[in-house]
């Protein structure tokens, strides 16, 4: 009808906009968790912290003799040197956004800021862990790898190859997280594991136990491992060709530790800690438009044990082959 006024009239109907902030797709933080040794008597600050290993003497078997006296073993020990470094970033927010905005920025970069540490933290654990010396091979396919470079596609990870890593922990004498290793592994690596595992070989974490001790990002135990899954985990991107060069074959990490695999160290002077602080920076410009937000750590990572560390190299079926 005539002078009816509609959408079309005004412009008062307009596009709403949700102001909750949401945030990109995040994966848990999870390898810190496996730092179980941390100073705890540090004689001093310093640029590292060394922690000191005593070797045992070897086993006296045989018999005395009655007027002989016995002959002294002298003690020996190794060291490791974790080294502390700055890791830290930061974002700025200008007065205008802030004015301009209808979201709250400052809290949308405060949220951004603190997932930044740990996200970059667990990246610096993961290279530590992946740097490691003591290497399987996946035996899922028709031979055995013998190197980075000769993992073939079908060279998946196969529940053997886990048996003979628990083995070889066993036999190095490492100790457990409260009877079980601890495993990281890729959804793509665990996809193909937990395909070719029968599923009564497997407990959840809903029938531990001790369910109130699972680990972030958990999925279950199998042959005294209980596993943690994470995109995380190592992937050698395009490292082999099946034959002994790089190729088009991504490569990926599944880590299997006992205790003291791995140790974190850090400064405790000017408000550091375990942990990664968050600092709003002094705004320098004369209008004070320009307000810096970040977060700093002071600190490192270091392998412990080598013998309490293993790596197991595989493809996965779907994965980049």
């Known amino acids: 009808m005539a002078g009816e006024t509609t959408t ?4 008062v109907d307009q596009v709403a906009f949700d102001r909750l902030a949401y945030f990109a797709l995040r994966s848990e933080l999870l390898f810190d968790q496996a730092a179980d040794v941390q100073p705890t008597q540090q004689a001093m600050p310093g640029s590292g912290v060394t922690f ?13 003799n009655e007027v002989t006296d ?13 080294t502390l470094n700055e890791y830290g970033n930061a974002v700025v927010t200008t007065a205008k956004l802030r ?36 290497v399987v091979y996946a035996t899922g396919g028709a031979s055995t790898p013998s190197s980075r470079t000769t993992v073939a596609a ?38 193909d594991f937990r395909s070719a595992t029968d599923a009564a070989a497997w407990r959840t974490p809903a029938n531990y136990v001790n369910p109130e001790g699972i680990y972030n990002g958990e999925i279950g135990k199998f042959e005294s491992v209980r596993f943690i899954e994470t995109p995380r985990a190592k992937v050698f991107t395009n490292a082999s060709d099946g034959s002994g060069s790089t190729g088009t074959v991504d490569v990926y990490c599944t880590h299997i530790m006992g205790r003291q695999a791995l140790a974190k160290a850090f400064s405790v002077q000017d408000g550091n800690g375990a942990v990664p602080k968050i600092v709003r920076g002094n705004v320098t410009d004369y209008l004070m438009r320009l307000q810096p937000l970040g ?20 493809s996965s079926s779907i994965g980049t082959n």
Request: charged residues 20%.
């Open 154 to 191: 079908e060279d998946i990870i196969a529940a053997d190859d886990v048996r003979k890593v628990v083995a070889q922990l066993r036999a190095a004498n490492v100790a457990t997280f409260n009877g079980s290793y601890m495993g990281f592994i890729h959804p793509d690596v665990s996809y």
């Open 70 to 82: 016995v002959t002294p073993t002298a003690l020996s020990d190794s060291q490791v040197t974790v």
């Open 295 to 314: 977060w700093y750590w002071l600190g490192g990572y270091g392998r412990f044990r080598e013998a309490s560390l293993r790596r197991i190299e595989s």
């Open 52 to 64: 000191t290993i005593f070797a045992d003497i070897a086993a006296a078997t045989s018999t005395l």
């Open 8 to 11: 079309s009239s005004l412009s």
């Open 99 to 134: 004015g301009t905005a209808f979201l709250d920025v400052d809290s949308a970069a405060a949220n951004i800021i603190g997932y930044n540490a740990g996200d970059s933290m667990d990246q610096v654990v993961r290279e530590v862990l992946a740097g490691g010396t003591n």
